[in-house]
DNA sequence: ACCTGAACACCGTTCAAGT
DNA sequence: ACCTGAACACCGTTCAAGT
């Protein structure tokens, strides 16, 4: 982050809405969700806070526009190449890999309302997948339902953000309670807490940043799959 | 929300965080989670900002305090009166429900870090399930992982936000988009955009709230049960 | 311990005015 | 159309001081 915006730097760009969003990716992916602001941008690009309001509109509008970017990182593999279900485990992880190379801005497209036509391509792909697998009308709308929500709900949990501005030591003070659970009241979960302490949802204090859940996530995309798999309908 | 605090209000109560939380939970069910502001509490209670603040803390300690409740919430069926994996569909419908209840602020359990020991008795409770059904070690944290990540994670984008600031018209502008598509690059989506408008992820433009996805869930959930019942280990 | 009262730094957004 | 320059209303958070 340069601290002085360049003084010239008004003199020769005409500022586009691509600069504007190309430096707020830049920013969330430095500083995190908070520290993307209007007037950082503004900041950032040696311009008023309003020259940045102009091109993306408001802030809402400027964070949903970077989340959709995200997108275009997801490399579709060739459906030639694969089995269906082979091909929808591989485009997951392809998304889990786009999502984690910007978290701060990945789990946004979990949690607002995407409005972008930039991701149809995909879509387009994974109902022509489904389609081959042998989903039709209105099993192919709930598989398709169930593969998106389930891979951008997972990953979204997984990137679940810590609070940037916490009071220090609560992760402390919950591991502690963790630990002191009774043994009487959670036998299952105190005897499964080796495997569980900040490894498992709800019992984790480290975000998927940090503490990547890449077998999880394998593990649950098999069981999706082989889900799908005996919901074919039967021709 | 009452325009004006009452003046005897801090006269007589000693203002416990509880009564704060109370608050904070009608405030965000009212006007939104943009709405829910140390301030407004403050306001509401008749009270400085910093008292409230003294009694939550930051405010992303306060959003984190109030979405916690919701897991007192969830109420959860007897296991003994169904199969384990009957009772993982009507607890996961439950949680659908109560997250439905408090939209505004539920989405918030599955973005942030939700580190509190009033989700242990839930937790408790999956994990002897699966126990019951079969898992164990290595696959019971992967069976409960699935479970978790999937509803926590779905439900999360079913009730994705809308912006609340978002300039008038995107939704009628990314409507229009939808159904100029040319039908020969996106062959499939347009065959099946009339089952998809607004009502599949990606190409909806109202937020779960408006527009609720209980039989996609539903769905969903069944996919994912299917899935499980095939990969419990065999003995 | 709990709260008042006031201040500080930082926001998004909105004006009018320039070019 | 695009941006300056300034202002407005609203934040979270932090002080010192009271009780």
Redo the contacts with the bound molecule.
């Keep these: 982050m340069t601290k002085a915006a360049k003084p010239d730097a008004?003199a020769r760009?005409?500022?586009?809405r691509k600069a504007v969003l190309d430096t707020a990716l830049k920013i969330v992916d430095e500083a995190g969700l908070d520290?993307?602001?209007?007037?950082?941008i503004?900041?950032e690009l040696?311009?008023?806070?309003?020259?940045v309001?102009?091109?993306v509109?408001?802030?809402?509008?400027?964070v949903g526009a970077v989340a959709s970017r995200l997108f275009d990182e997801i490399t579709l593999p060739d459906p030639r190449k694969h089995t269906w279900d082979e091909w929808l485990e591989v485009v997951a992880r392809q998304w889990r890999d786009a999502m984690h190379q910007h978290p701060n801005i990945a789990m946004v497209a979990g949690t607002h309302l995407v409005t972008t036509t930039g991701a149809m391509p995909i879509v387009e792909r994974i109902l022509s997948v489904l389609l081959d697998a042998g989903f039709e009308d209105e099993s192919l709308v709930d598989a398709y339902n169930a593969f998106v929500g389930f891979v951008l709900g997972w990953l979204t949990v997984e990137l679940s953000r810590e609070p940037e501005?916490a009071d220090r030591g609560w992760k402390d003070e919950f591991e502690e309670d963790l630990d002191q659970l009774d043994p009487n009241t959670f036998p299952a979960l105190t005897s499964a807490m080796p495997r569980m302490r900040n490894a498992a949802f709800l019992t984790r204090w480290d975000s998927g940043r940090q503490q990547p859940m890449a077998g999880a996530f394998d593990a649950a995309l098999t069981v999706l799959i082989s889900g799908l798999r005996a919901s074919v309908p039967k021709r």
């Design positions: 008004k760009l005409p500022l586009t520290a993307l602001t209007i007037r950082a503004a900041r040696g311009v008023y806070p309003n020259a309001h102009w091109h509109g408001s802030r809402t509008n400027l501005n």
